[in-house]
């Protein structure tokens, strides 16, 4: 399973922003795919989850009311929609595929190799 993500910038506080991540190489309706996050001198973090089937979605506290993660399983890519976003949410962020997954980075089999996202103040 390969994972691509992309869409970071720089974007003003308060703005919004959308990263993607695309899914190859294995069925990606089996997966459960997160997104996490490493601001510079940080661990790092559980951003969002959807789970396949269900497509349920938890979110880190930090994140709830303001990210929105979504899937289209058509185009085996799923979405991180940021909105109001803060110099805080300044990290590098990676999506993660696995099967019953929490929000342990050790849930995840596969990863991507990140995109940045810079909010300046």
């Known amino acids: 399973v390969q994972l691509q993500a992309f869409g970071g910038g720089l974007v003003q506080a308060g703005g919004s922003l959308r990263v993607s991540c695309v899914v190859s190489?294995?069925?990606?309706?089996?997966?459960?795919v997160g997104w996490f996050r490493r601001a510079p001198g940080k661990e790092r973090e559980f951003v969002a989850v959807?789970?396949?089937?269900?497509?349920?979605?938890d979110y880190a506290d930090s994140v709830k009311g303001r990210f929105t993660i979504s899937r289209d399983n058509a185009k085996n890519t799923v979405f991180l929609q940021m909105n109001s976003l803060k110099p805080e949410d300044t990290a590098v962020y990676y999506c993660?595929?696995?099967?019953?997954?929490?929000?342990?980075?050790?849930?995840?089999?596969?990863w991507g190799q990140g995109t940045q996202v810079t909010v300046s103040s």
């Open positions: 959807v789970r396949l089937g269900s497509e349920t979605t």
């Open positions: 190489g294995r069925t990606f309706s089996g997966y459960d």
């Open positions: 993660a595929a696995g099967v019953l997954v929490t929000s342990r980075g050790t849930d995840y089999a596969y």
